[in-house]
């Protein structure tokens, strides 16, 4: 299956639909948020009817592709299949907080051929094609490619990163790491949306990013963003990220930078063990 420009815009065009989708259910009130693993794990009504959505126009346009959506959560049979994330960003979302995504990646099997992550409140489009390079479109229509910046060393880089939602509940919860790069990055900061933190190394507004405990529907699109943008995104180890690993590091391809990362997160994680 070759995906095309066209293919491309149809996904983009159900992916702002979505996106309209929600902007409208959360100006109307009543999100009705409940919690799904735990209290803090979070569900909107918007979450469920969004992901309907994008399945029924997705399913309207190509019939024979499956799906995996992170509110219906079951494994696709299908070789080609879509991973969703309705609201990527819930707790924002559900506290009106105006950065989450609506997210959208084609795979074959586990190799990610499209990936779109739409900024909610803004209309930014991000979307890579593989081979293709990764672009952001702004709500006039205007577009520009993408490329990761260039800083080469953590004093240089400002990283993003998240906290898995059963923190609280075990000690390995990312604070070791969040501690570590605090004192030896330019900057941390937690942005609430792994979507967007992976498309912001794709745009070259931050240079890294690492998380564990994430999801296919959370980092596939951006995955993909971050490599046709020039980065690197790898496990915990430095082996290529695959689909369901649940450990990520993303960055700009500097391998000073990349290095450091995974170095960093390794003596976070030593002094985490120790502690045990
Ligand atoms: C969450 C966000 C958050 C990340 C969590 C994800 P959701 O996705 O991407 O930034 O830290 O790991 O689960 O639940 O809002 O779709």
Redesign the pocket.
């Known amino acids: 299956m070759i995906i095309t420009q066209q293919d491309a815009e149809v996904v983009i065009a159900v992916a702002l639909d979505a996106a309209g989708l929600v902007q409208r259910m959360r100006r109307s009130g009543g999100l009705e948020v409940k919690s799904k693993s735990n209290d803090i794990?979070?569900v909107t009504a918007a979450?469920v009817a969004c992901e309907h959505f994008i399945r029924e126009a997705l399913a309207a346009r190509f019939p024979a592709v499956g799906l995996l959506g992170?509110e219906s959560n079951r494994a696709p049979t299908e070789e080609y299949f879509w991973v969703v994330?309705p609201?990527?960003?819930?707790?924002?979302?559900a506290n009106n907080l105006p950065h989450?995504a609506v997210?959208i990646a084609l795979q074959h099997q586990e190799e990610t051929l499209l990936g779109v992550t739409v900024h909610l409140a803004m209309d930014w489009v991000y979307y890579a094609r593989r081979g293709a390079g990764a672009f952001v479109r702004q709500p006039n229509g205007s577009e520009e490619r993408l490329h990761v910046n260039q800083a080469d060393r953590l004093r240089r880089a400002l990283l993003t990163?998240?906290?898995?939602?059963t923190r609280g509940e075990v000690a390995d919860d990312n604070t070791a790491e969040f501690t570590y790069f605090v004192q030896h990055a330019s900057d941390v900061r937690?942005?609430?949306?792994?979507?967007l933190?992976l498309a912001f190394v794709a745009a070259g507004i931050s240079a890294g990013y690492w998380?564990f405990?994430?999801?296919p529907?959370?980092v596939a699109p951006g995955a993909l963003l971050v490599r046709e943008a020039g980065g690197l995104v790898t496990d915990y180890e430095g082996a290529p990220w695959t689909l369901y690993g649940r450990r990520l590091v993303a960055s700009n391809g500097q391998p000073g930078l990349h290095d450091a990362l995974l170095g960093g997160i390794r003596t976070a994680r030593q002094t985490l063990l120790a502690a045990d």
């Open positions: 794990d979070l979450d992170e994330d609201i990527d960003g819930t707790t924002n979302y989450c997210n990163t998240g906290f898995p939602s937690v942005l609430g949306s792994a979507a933190d998380e405990g994430i999801n529907w959370d």
